[in-house]
T-cell receptor, first 115, second 113 residues
Framework: GAVVSQHPSRVICKSGTSVKIECRSL??????MFWYRQFPKKSLMLMAT?????????EQGVEKDKFLINHASLTLSTLTVTSAHPEDSSFYIC???????????FGNGTRLTVT | GESVGLHLPTLSVQEGDNSIINCAYS??????FIWYKQESGKGPQFIID?????DKRQGQRVTVLLNKTVKHLSLQIAATQPGDSAVYFC????????????FGKGTKLSVKP
């Protein structure tokens, strides 16, 4: 089945630094990838939709200059959290689909802790 | 606003019993629904999906029921096992295209041995 790989699984960074998270579709091409954020014991909240070769579409309330998304190829999307603050600490999850209107396949998430 | 919600935030069952997890959705335009299982520290794992032209779909030990009249979705797990312990999310897609799922709040299923 379709596999989505996310890296790193955990990262700790200092306030003010930037962190890049990678999301790869391993055995399929994903023209669209999605980035979610999840707080403890909460549901997933869509942050942005990442389209290959074009600008990402951000959900309301998500700062595009804060959360930079690049979808350079059909198998890779990256999320960069810039000038990280402690309140950016969260579980970030990416997803992708290999065909239209099919279930999303999720990565295993990245636990970001900003100190 | 439109949302997907769950009736029970937690559910505790005995190993071997059947589990039923419920979900209410409010967007009548939704035509695609998915159940995901999320274990601690991991991403959601696809369990089963159903489209609005169906009212029941069965998988291995799981059944999803869709009642469009009352906008209700349920996940039934037969012979629940300890490995089924996780948080279960329902998700809906009101836009008729891939992605952009709206997730419910989640139900934590605990299976007692």
């Amino acid at each position: 089945g379709a596999v989505v790989s996310q890296h790193p699984s955990r990262v700790i960074c200092k306030s003010g630094t930037s962190v890049k998270i990678e999301c790869r579709s391993l055995d399929f091409q994903a023209t669209t990838m999605f980035w979610y954020r999840q707080f403890p014991k909460k549901s997933l909240m869509l942050m942005a939709t990442s389209n290959e070769g074009s600008k990402a579409t951000y959900e309301q309330g998500v700062e595009k200059d804060k959360f930079l998304i690049n979808h350079a190829s059909l198998t890779l999307s990256t999320l960069t959290v810039t000038s990280a603050h402690p309140e950016d600490s969260s579980f970030y999850i990416c997803s992708a689909t290999d065909r239209g209107n099919s279930p999303l396949h999720f990565g295993n998430g990245t636990r970001l802790t900003v100190t | 606003g439109e949302s997907v919600g769950l009736h029970l935030p937690t559910l505790s069952v005995q190993e071997g019993d059947n589990s039923i997890i419920n979900c209410a959705y409010s967007n009548s335009a939704s035509d695609y629904f998915i159940w995901y299982k999320q274990e601690s520290g991991k991403g959601p794992q696809f369990i089963i999906d159903i489209r609005s032209n169906m009212d029941k779909r069965q998988g291995q030990r799981v059944t999803v029921l869709l009642n469009k009249t009352v906008k209700h979705l349920s996940l039934q797990i037969a012979a629940t096992q300890p490995g089924d312990s996780a948080v279960y999310f329902c998700a809906e897609n009101p836009w008729g295209s891939q992605g952009n799922l709206i997730f419910g709040k989640g139900t934590k299923l605990s299976v007692k041995p």
